[in-house]
């Protein structure tokens, strides 16, 4: 049901069910959004260490190690840059 | 290298670049080479609507009980917008489609512009119903001195990248018999690589104007819904800014695939050689923005936003938006001075009825394609 998110240097439970936007604002860690939908890029982070998975494709361009939050979902831990 | 409506070269759309390949022939779309414009019509397309659905008559009765430097920040705000959606509705058309080389893009742009052109309306249906005649409101947008600064400077890049494309598509480039003179009325030696330099000038110019300057007027617009006043214009605006998303995400995506050398050699090495003249053409709108504050508050605040939280959010939007597309913050701001306005933002509020609109998703669903025939067995023909 949960994974370790380290969001920032500190760690998190997040639910998998859930989009890792709405895991962070469960811990009101204040994330950025403006879309929720994958065309904005307003919740772009960086993903240090581990996997994502898109429950639909982002329309955004994505550098290298880039991730929308809005979108993505993740099983097994991961890290994560949001400043 | 004359325009053609529809070149009988034969050739292979998947190996041409965005721009200054050959003209588009047969508009397919069964193979896309940057499949992200398709998704970005599609998308578009689904967003469809008309300023008449929004009621705004609530909005006349606000607007005649606010304070007149009140009122001077929301006629301003619209005039400005206006004008961004005047240019908007027509210049991607007129400078980007004579030199487009993909359908998908080609395609894209038309949709980008049209949705623009629905904008432009609703600014009319707003003002329509503020003032029984808003002539008045219309005609300063082309002598208001505020306005025009912004105005030519925005019109700038398109003028001058129209202007060497219509000269090549006339005389081409081969020739010496026929010299260029520039809008500045001075001889300019014309190569494909200077035109393409223009083109990636105007690029970062568009991007700035819907990534930066749009979102400053947006800000404004729901300063006043905020404190439930006008809530007809804000709701229009709504929709607009879930539009502007989406614009400022193709122009992204472009200068991102140029820089990246997914599609022209020449444009990756023009990205690198405009990347200063890039970041001031950023740095200028955001500089602009700041003096339309100061005369958006000239004659005094209102609850909720002043000059200083405006021009905050002005080098806040710019942060988010330069680092989209690789340049670095310059600016020190880290929160989001205005955080109210997210909720204005967000388009999965937005509200629709599925069956009035056509939201993909919904569409798709209506179909089930997968049918066993063994279903079917007892029919009898």
Not at chain 1, 1 to 12: E, G, I, K, L, R
Not at chain 1, 36 to 42: I, S, V
Not at chain 1, 70 to 79: D, F, G, K, L, N
Not at chain 2, 102 to 128: Q, V
Request: hydrophobic residues 40%; contains cysteine.
């Amino acid at each position: 049901m949960s994974f370790t998110c380290t969001v920032d240097a500190h760690n998190y439970v997040f639910d998998k069910h859930k989009s890792l936007l709405e895991n962070l604002e469960v811990h009101a860690l204040n994330p950025e959004y403006q879309c929720r939908d994958g065309y904005c890029g307003a919740c772009r982070c960086l993903l240090l260490k581990g996997q994502v998975s898109y429950t639909q494709p982002p329309l955004v361009y994505l550098h290298k190690n880039e991730i929308l939050t809005c979108c993505s979902r993740a099983t097994h831990p991961i890290e994560i840059q949001t400043k | 290298m004359a325009y053609s409506t529809f070149s009988k070269i034969p050739n292979d759309a998947m190996k041409e670049p965005m721009f200054f390949g050959n003209s588009v022939n047969v508009a397919r779309y069964d193979q896309q080479k940057f499949e992200i414009f398709e998704k970005l019509i599609e998308k578009q397309l689904s967003f469809f609507w008309r300023p008449e659905e929004i009621d705004v008559s609530q909005d006349r009765i606000d607007f005649m009980n606010l304070p007149s430097h009140e009122q001077h920040i929301f006629i301003s705000n619209l005039k400005y917008q206006t004008l961004l959606d005047s240019i908007q509705g027509r210049s991607p058309n007129i400078a980007f489609l004579p030199i487009v080389s993909l359908p998908e893009l080609e395609t894209w742009i038309e949709t980008w512009s049209f949705s623009e052109t629905i904008h432009s309306r609703s600014y009319t249906h707003i003002l329509r119903n503020l003032f029984t005649d808003p002539s008045e409101v219309f005609e300063d947008i082309v002598t208001n001195e505020e306005i025009q600064k912004r105005a030519s400077d925005i019109a700038h890049y398109y003028d001058v990248l129209i202007h060497a494309v219509q000269f090549m598509q006339l005389h081409g480039l081969e020739q010496s018999n026929v010299k260029y003179i520039n809008l500045k009325g001075e001889e300019e030696p014309l190569s494909l690589r200077s035109i393409k330099k223009k083109l990636y000038l105007c690029i970062c110019s568009v991007n700035a104007l819907e990534s930066i300057r749009f979102y400053v007027s947006f800000a404004c617009s729901f300063a006043f819904a905020e404190r439930d006043l006008l809530e007809g214009n804000a709701k229009i605006i709504k929709l607009i800014a879930r539009d502007e998303a989406l614009h400022l995400n193709s122009t992204q995506q472009i200068l991102n695939i140029w820089a990246d050398g997914k599609d022209d050699p020449e444009m990756a090495e023009i990205a690198i050689e405009c990347f200063a003249q890039g970041r001031d053409i950023f740095l200028k709108a955001a500089s602009q923005e700041k003096e339309w504050a100061a005369y958006l508050f000239k004659d005094g605040s209102m609850i909720g936003l002043n000059e200083q939280i405006l021009c905050q959010y002005v080098e806040y939007i710019s942060n988010q938006r330069m680092k989209a597309i690789g340049y670095e913050a310059p600016f020190d701001i880290k929160n989001n001075p205005i955080p109210w306005i997210t909720h204005w933002l967000v388009s999965d509020n937005v509200q629709v009825a599925p069956q009035e609109t056509e939201i993909s998703s919904y569409l798709v669903g209506q179909i089930d394609s997968k049918v066993d025939s063994e279903k079917l067995s007892h029919f009898e023909l």
